[in-house]
């Protein structure tokens, strides 16, 4: 059995270690040690003392100069992706979003996209924006045309060939000639037509004869 401790302080670390320090000296015994009968087992200073991680130490200053060196440059980059990801995503809830509902009175869902832009009255009946983009229409001036009870090329399918655009531009109908113009430019974005003419200018060519 180990000597009659006196004066001493006892402590149990983390290691489940039974550490006993007096004088300056620190022994250190096992439960094992303990329990069976043996003789301390000392342990040189230098094990027990706890690590420096004072910036004062060289070594520490390196290791943390080092992961900022390594962080830094990821930190700056994500935070610039996650502003950018912020602001595209802002713009297009606000200005340029995908429909897949049908607009009335077009009889297929849209293949171009959707933008909301206040719209301007012109003293003609037309309205502007159109477009907010080539791919892009803007869905106030689509309801502003549809209001009319009968816009024949809006009501076009999307499988509509160059002979139907123009028969639907000749068609019997209130809207005038500027507003027809209006209406085939929303039409052709709505279905993503690509003719090897222009029906307009085929229109205003021939005329309906």
Not at 76 to 81: D, E, I, R
Not at 133 to 146: C, H, I, L
Request: a positive charge; proline letters at 7%.
């Amino acid at each position: 059995m180990p000597p009659r401790l006196t004066r001493r302080r006892h402590e149990v670390d983390v290691l489940g270690q039974r550490r006993c320090s007096s004088g300056g000296k620190r022994t250190l015994w096992t439960s094992r040690s303990l329990f069976r009968g043996f003789g301390p087992v000392r342990i040189p200073k230098t094990m027990t003392r706890r690590p420096n991680f004072s910036m004062k130490n060289g070594t520490t200053r390196r290791v943390i100069n080092e992961f900022r060196r390594i962080v830094s440059p990821i930190a700056k980059s994500t935070a610039g992706m996650s502003m950018v990801a912020a602001l595209l995503t802002v713009s297009l809830s606000a200005g340029a979003a995908s429909h897949s509902d049908r607009l009335s009175p077009a009889p297929d869902p849209p293949v171009g996209h959707v933008c909301t832009h206040t719209l301007v009255h012109d003293a003609d009946g037309n309205v502007t924006p159109l477009l907010c983009s080539p791919t892009r229409f803007n869905v106030q001036a689509w309801r502003w045309y549809a209001r009319n009870s009968s816009v024949p090329v809006l009501a076009l399918p999307r499988r509509a060939t160059l002979s139907d655009v123009e028969g639907a531009l000749c068609r019997v109908q209130n809207s005038t000639a500027a507003m027809r113009y209006s209406e085939y430019q929303l039409a052709r974005t709505y279905n993503n037509w690509r003719f090897s003419e222009n029906p307009i200018t085929l229109w205003e060519t021939n005329g309906c004869g």
